[in-house]
């Protein structure tokens, strides 16, 4: 038996996309690890800004130098389901004609 590691983690990572950025992809991997719209979390960033004064625009340079950089190659979260193979016995349904309508 031969054992082959999983080609994706089993967890979310946060990191910065090489994709869908603006400037360095901070915004871009936070909405992807909390699955919400990206351009969301940049409006959250502008309005913490203006409400604080600029204090909180101060998290942006410091995620952009915490968060690590995503490979290339790698898929974006959440990766897709994986498909299951129909069974052997399995017949596929047969096709209705005429198309109801």
Known sequence: MT?????QPPYKQLRRPVTDRMIAGVASGLGRYFA????????????????????ALLAYPIM???MPEEPAGAPAWPHPAP????AADAQPAPPTYPPAA
Do not use: N
């Open 36 to 55: 919400v719209d990206p351009t969301l979390v940049r409006v959250a960033f502008a309005v913490a800004g203006l409400l604080t004064g600029g204090l």
């Open 64 to 66: 952009w130098f915490l």
């Open 83 to 86: 498909t299951v193979p129909p």
């Open 3 to 7: 054992y082959t590691a999983p080609s």
